[in-house]
């Protein structure tokens, strides 16, 4: 388990080498220059960025500045807001971004479990029927709809209501995070759903349960202890795909719900092509996805032991 | 009280079951009765397709209900029926009073557990052993099925093991909890000649020493002849011919297990004459047969035989025959004879 975890870590460094390679070509082939087309942008800030940066030195010079960066933890310094450093950008935003994201994620895999054990045990009856009507529609439709459609239920059922039930927008307490997150889970969580059903099914014809009845074993131990477990590998394996879904997603959620998360930031530097801060949460959303997956790999090695030895 | 050691520890008797399918409905169990005795060993023979699983796992309550549905008969484990009733005063009977084992070890244990929690499993269920009891006590049964280093494997999953001490492992599972019964489902197919002799050894040493009964399903009169004491002989649903292995191997009453005797490889044939497999296909379960349901590929088929289903016939005292040739009526003679009717 050990050779493993560290063999994954290692994986994970050069995915992140990798990833941040890849930004810094893409950002060294977008036409133009990083300052030229800035508004406000005097001689002196520009000749400190350069200096600062190298951008008037060669490609290479400048990739080895950018790593050396990386490696000390620092991504510099914002272009469009002066003197402020990506890092505070990402130290203040991050933490709603990943609030956000995880109670998504968990309100996703919980409930995707939840509903397609359900569902499997419903087999063809009313409950999975009507789960599975919704999974669809769910899955169907874009995130940025369903959020739109939220907010107005929320409104009206306030307005009914007389007081607020769940605030429409805004962040900063539990009552804030709930519909967001839900909004933000909701396709994935359909998608798990699915899976999570199919596989159920697939495993309570298997041999081994079969041998878990013939052994006498009341179904409810049949179910939690032989049942789940194997059932959930496949909703595991997809745990690290699904959380990278969730946290693009969290841009246009953050955005509809007013929420101050690093996405925000991110889709503004994209716009205001703010080399340093598109390049710094880049990375570093690239070193938080990877290190998701690897919690994930782990995880699915805690269940599934076959794994581990590999 | 004591049982006087010929009266059976499970009795089967006139078991149906059909399936639902988008066909039809299939008559897998067409009236199959059996019965075993403490410490003997019975097999059941018969083709793939005949219904010997079914026959078994509907009495365990292990065949998919819907589309399965037991129509008929009953199960007497001491004395109770337990096919529509598993729970013996307050207890499971499976796993505990009586145990099973399948044709693929391979897939019959749960990947994810380790082998010595899944045998203590059930004798925390059954024998309400604590955690750490029951798996002390998984390891020694393990070590009862010949497992070397048993106390290791114990904490192994199944991946660890290979497929014949996986089928041991099944085997420890299935006898934990020291069973009356024992059905053992193929238990060798899928595993290669020689684990398939040491498996073999393994459940008569084990049915020595604690006297259980054991039912052995299997398609190969060669493991029929080494380790059972009664046979019964299954054919489209039916068991056609059942009596002590002497009875069926010696003085084989039924056409079919002719057949099948004459298709089995032996030192001689398969040296010089090969083997000699029944033509044709057993009947469509869908329409089952109204008489017997070899006419179509028995060689002594008569006119009575497709209308008319044979009566089962006590040839000797406890061997029994289900083919009109064993009718007080029918023609005795030569093969030729019998042929004749069929015109
Ligand atoms: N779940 C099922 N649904 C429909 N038919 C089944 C099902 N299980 C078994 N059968 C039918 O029952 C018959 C007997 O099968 P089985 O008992 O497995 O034969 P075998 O003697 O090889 O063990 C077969 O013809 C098979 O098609
Ligand atoms: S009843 Fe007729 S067809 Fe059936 S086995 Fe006997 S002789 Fe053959
Ligand atoms: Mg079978």
Redesign the pocket.
């Known amino acids: 388990m050990l050779t493993y975890t560290l063999k994954r870590i290692l994986q994970g460094i050069v995915t992140v080498w990798f990833i941040a390679t890849a930004t810094f070509v893409a950002m060294h082939a977008v036409p133009g220059d990083p300052l030229a087309n800035q508004r406000a942008t005097n001689e002196q800030i520009q000749r400190n960025l350069e200096q600062r940066y190298g951008l008037d030195r060669p490609v290479s010079e400048q990739y080895v500045v950018f790593l050396g960066g990386i490696l000390r933890g620092d991504f510099g310094i914002s272009f469009t807001q002066e003197n402020r450093r990506v890092n505070d950008i990402i130290r203040e935003n991050f933490p709603v971004s990943a609030t956000l994201g995880i109670l998504a994620v968990a309100f996703a895999a919980l409930g995707g479990i939840l509903f397609g054990a359900l569902t499997a045990l419903f087999r063809d009856r009313l409950p999975d029927l009507v789960i599975m009507f919704l999974v669809i529609l769910a899955i169907s439709v874009p995130s940025f709809v369903v959020a739109a459609f939220s907010q107005l239920a929320l409104v009206d059922i306030n307005v009914y209501l007389g007081f607020s039930l769940l605030p429409v927008a805004g962040w900063g307490t539990l009552r804030h995070m709930i519909v967001p997150s839900m909004v933000l889970g909701l396709g994935t969580m359909a998608y798990l759903t699915r899976l999570m059903r199919s596989s159920m099914l697939e495993i309570t014809s298997s041999d081994f349960i079969r041998t878990a009845r013939a052994k006498g074993l009341p179904p409810a131990r049949i179910f939690l202890k032989h049942q789940l477990r194997n059932a959930v590998l496949p909703v595991v394996t997809v745990l690290g795909p699904a959380i990278a879904a969730i946290t693009t997603g969290g841009f246009v959620v953050e955005l509809v719900f007013a929420i101050p998360g690093l996405g925000r930031y991110f889709v503004e530097a994209v716009q205001q092509l703010d080399y340093t801060v598109i390049m710094g949460t880049t990375v570093f959303y690239g070193a938080f996805l990877v290190s998701m997956v690897i919690v994930v790999d782990l995880l699915y090695g805690w269940i599934d032991p076959r794994v581990r030895v590999e | 009280m004591i049982v006087a050691n010929d009266a059976p520890v499970l009795d089967v008797s006139d078991l149906c079951v059909e399936?639902d399918?988008h066909g039809g409905v299939?008559q897998?169990v067409r009236g199959v009765s059996f019965s075993v005795r403490p410490g003997k060993t019975l097999a059941i023979v018969?083709e793939?397709?005949?219904?010997?699983?079914?026959?078994v796992q509907s009495i365990m309550g292990l065949?998919?209900m819907p589309?399965?549905r037991i129509t008929r008969g009953a199960a007497r484990l001491d004395g109770v029926d337990i096919v529509r009733q598993k729970i013996v005063n307050g207890e499971d009977v499976r796993g505990n009073r009586i145990g099973m084992i399948f044709q693929d070890p391979m897939s019959a244990l749960n990947p994810t557990m380790r082998v010595g929690d899944q045998i203590a499993e059930t004798l925390q269920v059954h024998r309400g052993m604590s955690k750490r009891d029951a798996f002390a006590r998984a390891v020694e049964v393990l070590a009862l099925v010949n497992i070397p280093d048993a106390d290791a494997r114990a904490r192994q999953f199944p991946f660890a093991f290979s497929g014949g001490m996986l089928q041991r492992a099944m085997i420890a599972m299935a006898i934990a909890c020291e069973p009356a019964v024992l059905i053992a489902?193929e238990p060798t197919t899928a595993l290669d000649v020689t684990i398939q002799a040491q498996l073999l050894e393994l459940l008569e040493g084990l049915q020595r020493k604690n006297g259980m009964a054991i039912v052995l399903?299997t398609h190969d009169l060669g493991v029929v002849a080494r380790v059972a004491d009664d046979v019964a002989v299954?054919y489209a649903g039916e068991i056609v011919e059942s009596g002590t292995v002497d009875d069926v191997f010696y003085r084989a009453a039924h056409p079919y297990t002719l057949g099948l005797k004459a298709a089995m490889p032996s030192r001689e044939t398969s040296k010089s004459v090969g083997l000699m497999p029944i033509e044709g296909a057993p009947p469509d379960?869908f329409r089952p047969p109204a008489g017997c349901g070899y006419a179509e590929r028995c060689p002594h088929a008569m006119l009575v035989c497709g209308p008319h289903r044979p009566q089962r016939v006590e040839v000797d005292p406890g061997h029994h025959a289900m083919c009109w040739l064993h009718h007080e009526d029918a023609p005795r003679g030569t093969d030729a004879v019998y042929r004749g009717g069929r015109a």
């Open positions: 399936f399918t299939v897998a018969g793939s397709g005949c219904g010997k699983s079914v026959s065949t998919p589309p399965g489902d399903i299954m379960l």
